[in-house]
């Protein structure tokens, strides 16, 4: 099983094929379908709001600084980062995790609970 790696797929046939040895904590992102599946979820079938994967919320901030609602990425925290109510969550130990960055409000991206 590959657990909790991001793993890359030429086709959406190639992935359902391979898909029982795939984690669901793993991130696929399927070359022809331009889509990201994670957590037995497809985020998008087109990607038009997939605006990519970053090292830090600052470094997506600077890349999109006006994103529009639905815009959405894949940013790395670092330990110490917390998140604010309802989800009051801290990372320890030094770890960096990825998690889902989204825009829900017009031009204001907001890091979500959704870890990996």
């Given at each position: 099983m590959i657990q909790n790696k991001l793993i890359y797929f030429s086709s959406k046939s190639q992935f359902e094929r391979e898909k029982q040895n795939v984690s669901?904590?793993?991130?696929?992102?399927?070359?022809?379908?331009?889509?990201?599946?994670t957590?037995?979820?497809?985020?998008?079938?087109?990607?038009?709001?997939?605006?990519?994967?970053y090292l830090s919320i600052t470094e997506l901030q600077t890349a999109y600084?006006?994103?529009?609602?639905?815009?959405?990425?894949?940013?790395?925290?670092?330990?110490?980062?917390?998140?604010?109510?309802?989800?009051?969550?801290?990372?320890?130990?030094?770890?960096?995790?990825?998690v889902i960055a989204v825009c829900a409000q017009e031009k204001e991206w907001t890091i979500t609970n959704v870890t990996y």
């Amino acid at each position: 099983m590959i657990q909790n790696k991001l793993i890359y797929f030429s086709s959406k046939s190639q992935f359902e094929r391979e898909k029982q040895n795939v984690s669901p904590t793993s991130i696929v992102f399927v070359g022809d379908a331009g889509a990201i599946w994670t957590h037995h979820t497809w985020f998008c079938d087109n990607c038009n709001k997939c605006k990519g994967f970053y090292l830090s919320i600052t470094e997506l901030q600077t890349a999109y600084p006006k994103p529009e609602i639905g815009d959405w990425a894949i940013v790395v925290v670092s330990s110490g980062w917390k998140f604010g109510d309802p989800f009051p969550i801290t990372f320890g130990g030094g770890d960096s995790q990825l998690v889902i960055a989204v825009c829900a409000q017009e031009k204001e991206w907001t890091i979500t609970n959704v870890t990996y």
